[in-house]
T-cell receptor, first 114, second 110 residues
């Protein structure tokens, strides 16, 4: 069982839809991350939140909008996505910084954009 | 920039030993991680190296040489359940940025 919970597990959306991905952890971790993973590729870093503040944005298009309402929750708001945005979106958390703390991943949301 | 390379695929036999290599070039270095990812599942943490040398954890060991920008993951007494993708990830600089390598898909055969 993963200690990082992501919902929904699967999501199909049209290019004009607005949807949100949700992530929750109750391990007291202070850093949270969004990664995007395409099939047979490694995870690609999108955003990092440290102590509820956005610390890294890897030049992600504005159609992806992250939000960290509190230390346990992380959202990813989606709007006007493209078919090439279809991928597995992974949330992760770590106790300290990613430079010396292992990441704990959720099982991901498999997103299909039609 | 950062560049992390691993072999794309490897095949090994049940009960054998396999070594998965990772070479990296990064601007700054704070540590190297190995993760295992089974198909359709989330990556799970295997090991962390920050100093040169070998770290052993049960059937899995990980080695690091910072001067050579090189690491390997050693899996002993291979089991069928070890068939998975193995991801090398490097953290560079005093940031929360962890970058993953290309991943190695290991197939364990009977």
């Amino acid at each position: 069982d993963t200690e990082v919970t992501q919902t929904p597990k699967h999501l199909v959306m049209g290019m004009t839809n607005k949807k949100s991905l949700k992530c929750e952890q109750h391990m007291g971790h202070r850093a949270m991350y969004w990664y995007k993973q395409k099939a047979k590729k490694p995870p690609e870093l999108m955003f990092v939140y440290s102590y509820e503040k956005l610390s890294i944005n890897e030049s992600v298009p504005s159609r992806f909008s992250p939000e960290c309402p509190n230390s346990s929750l992380l959202n990813l708001h989606l709007h006007a996505l493209q078919p090439e945005d279809s991928a597995l979106y992974l949330c992760a958390s770590s106790q300290g910084g990613a430079y010396n703390s292992p990441l704990h991943f959720g099982n991901g949301t498999r997103l299909t954009v039609t | 920039g950062q560049n992390i390379d691993q072999p794309t695929e490897m095949t090994a036999t049940e009960g054998a030993i396999v070594q998965i290599n990772c070479t990296y070039q990064t601007s700054g270095f704070n540590g190297l991680f190995w993760y295992q990812q089974h198909a359709g599942e989330a990556p799970t943490f295997l090991s962390y190296n920050v100093l040169d040398g070998l770290e052993e954890k049960g059937r899995f060991s990980s080695f690091l040489s910072r001067s050579k920008g090189y690491s390997y993951l050693l899996l002993k007494e291979l089991q069928m359940k070890d068939s998975a993708s193995y991801l090398c990830a490097v953290s560079g600089g005093a940031t929360n940025k962890l970058i993953f390598g290309t991943g190695t898909l290991l197939a364990v055969q009977p």
